[in-house]
Nanobody, 125 residues
Protein backbone atom coordinates (compact mmCIF):
# COMPACT_ATOMS: atom_id res chain seq x y z
CA UNK A 1 0.00 0.00 0.00
CA UNK A 2 1.03 3.58 -0.68
CA UNK A 3 -0.50 6.54 1.10
CA UNK A 4 -0.38 9.92 -0.62
CA UNK A 5 -1.11 13.34 0.84
CA UNK A 6 -1.24 16.46 -1.34
CA UNK A 7 -0.71 20.01 -0.13
CA UNK A 8 -0.02 23.45 -1.52
CA UNK A 9 -3.27 24.27 -3.22
CA UNK A 10 -4.99 27.60 -2.86
CA UNK A 11 -6.29 30.71 -4.56
CA UNK A 12 -4.05 32.60 -6.94
CA UNK A 13 -4.49 35.27 -9.60
CA UNK A 14 -3.99 34.49 -13.26
CA UNK A 15 -0.31 34.62 -14.11
CA UNK A 16 0.71 33.57 -10.63
CA UNK A 17 2.41 30.42 -9.39
CA UNK A 18 1.79 27.60 -6.96
CA UNK A 19 3.82 24.58 -5.97
CA UNK A 20 1.97 21.42 -5.04
CA UNK A 21 3.54 18.72 -2.91
CA UNK A 22 2.66 15.08 -2.56
CA UNK A 23 4.12 13.21 0.40
CA UNK A 24 4.16 9.45 0.14
CA UNK A 25 4.36 6.82 2.82
CA UNK A 26 4.10 3.08 2.78
CA UNK A 27 5.76 0.72 0.43
CA UNK A 28 8.54 1.46 -1.99
CA UNK A 29 7.99 5.04 -3.14
CA UNK A 30 11.26 5.06 -5.03
CA UNK A 31 10.30 2.35 -7.49
CA UNK A 32 6.94 3.84 -8.43
CA UNK A 33 6.05 6.34 -11.10
CA UNK A 34 4.09 9.36 -9.88
CA UNK A 35 1.43 11.30 -11.68
CA UNK A 36 -0.50 14.51 -11.16
CA UNK A 37 -4.11 14.52 -12.27
CA UNK A 38 -6.72 17.25 -12.12
CA UNK A 39 -10.49 17.34 -12.18
CA UNK A 40 -12.38 20.50 -13.00
CA UNK A 41 -16.02 20.91 -11.94
CA UNK A 42 -18.27 18.74 -14.09
CA UNK A 43 -15.37 17.14 -15.94
CA UNK A 44 -13.35 13.97 -15.78
CA UNK A 45 -10.06 13.41 -14.03
CA UNK A 46 -7.16 13.92 -16.43
CA UNK A 47 -3.48 13.11 -16.18
CA UNK A 48 -1.46 16.28 -16.67
CA UNK A 49 2.07 15.30 -15.65
CA UNK A 50 3.99 12.18 -14.70
CA UNK A 51 7.48 11.19 -13.71
CA UNK A 52 9.15 7.82 -13.66
CA UNK A 53 10.77 6.28 -10.59
CA UNK A 54 14.20 7.78 -11.24
CA UNK A 55 13.01 11.21 -12.29
CA UNK A 56 14.63 10.94 -15.70
CA UNK A 57 11.47 10.48 -17.75
CA UNK A 58 8.60 12.93 -17.58
CA UNK A 59 5.31 13.44 -19.36
CA UNK A 60 3.15 16.56 -19.71
CA UNK A 61 -0.17 17.04 -21.38
CA UNK A 62 -0.08 19.76 -24.03
CA UNK A 63 -2.06 22.32 -22.03
CA UNK A 64 0.58 22.52 -19.27
CA UNK A 65 3.80 22.08 -21.25
CA UNK A 66 6.21 24.92 -20.62
CA UNK A 67 4.24 26.11 -17.56
CA UNK A 68 4.25 23.14 -15.15
CA UNK A 69 7.23 21.11 -13.93
CA UNK A 70 7.05 17.77 -12.13
CA UNK A 71 9.94 16.67 -9.93
CA UNK A 72 10.65 14.20 -7.17
CA UNK A 73 13.05 13.46 -4.36
CA UNK A 74 13.12 9.79 -3.47
CA UNK A 75 15.02 10.45 -0.24
CA UNK A 76 12.14 12.67 0.89
CA UNK A 77 9.38 10.47 -0.54
CA UNK A 78 7.96 13.57 -2.16
CA UNK A 79 6.87 14.67 -5.61
CA UNK A 80 6.15 18.27 -6.56
CA UNK A 81 4.27 20.08 -9.27
CA UNK A 82 5.55 23.60 -9.88
CA UNK A 83 2.83 25.54 -11.68
CA UNK A 84 3.70 28.86 -13.31
CA UNK A 85 1.72 31.31 -15.41
CA UNK A 86 -1.52 29.89 -14.08
CA UNK A 87 -4.74 30.43 -16.01
CA UNK A 88 -8.38 30.36 -14.89
CA UNK A 89 -8.81 27.12 -16.84
CA UNK A 90 -6.26 25.48 -14.51
CA UNK A 91 -8.85 25.68 -11.73
CA UNK A 92 -9.47 22.14 -10.51
CA UNK A 93 -8.89 19.65 -7.74
CA UNK A 94 -5.38 18.29 -8.17
CA UNK A 95 -4.57 14.71 -7.23
CA UNK A 96 -1.30 12.84 -7.07
CA UNK A 97 -1.18 9.19 -7.93
CA UNK A 98 1.34 6.38 -7.88
CA UNK A 99 1.92 2.92 -9.21
CA UNK A 100 4.53 0.58 -10.63
CA UNK A 101 4.61 2.03 -14.12
CA UNK A 102 7.58 2.36 -16.43
CA UNK A 103 8.53 3.60 -19.84
CA UNK A 104 5.84 5.11 -22.04
CA UNK A 105 3.18 3.73 -19.69
CA UNK A 106 3.76 6.62 -17.27
CA UNK A 107 1.51 8.65 -19.58
CA UNK A 108 -1.30 6.09 -19.36
CA UNK A 109 -3.82 7.37 -16.80
CA UNK A 110 -5.34 3.93 -16.38
CA UNK A 111 -2.13 2.56 -14.86
CA UNK A 112 -2.31 4.52 -11.61
CA UNK A 113 -3.96 2.78 -8.69
CA UNK A 114 -2.97 4.74 -5.60
CA UNK A 115 -4.46 8.19 -5.04
CA UNK A 116 -4.29 11.10 -2.67
CA UNK A 117 -7.31 12.99 -1.42
CA UNK A 118 -6.77 16.01 -3.65
CA UNK A 119 -6.03 19.69 -3.17
CA UNK A 120 -8.04 22.57 -4.62
CA UNK A 121 -6.39 25.06 -6.95
CA UNK A 122 -8.42 28.12 -7.90
CA UNK A 123 -7.13 30.67 -10.39
CA UNK A 124 -8.98 33.97 -10.57
CA UNK A 125 -9.01 36.12 -13.68
Amino acid sequence: QVQLVESGGGLVRAGGSLKLSCAASGRAFNNRAMGWFRQAPGKGRNLIAAINWSGIDTYYTDSVKGRFTISRDNDKNTVWLQMNNLRPEDTAVYYCAADRVSGYEISNPLRYGYWGQGTQVTVSS
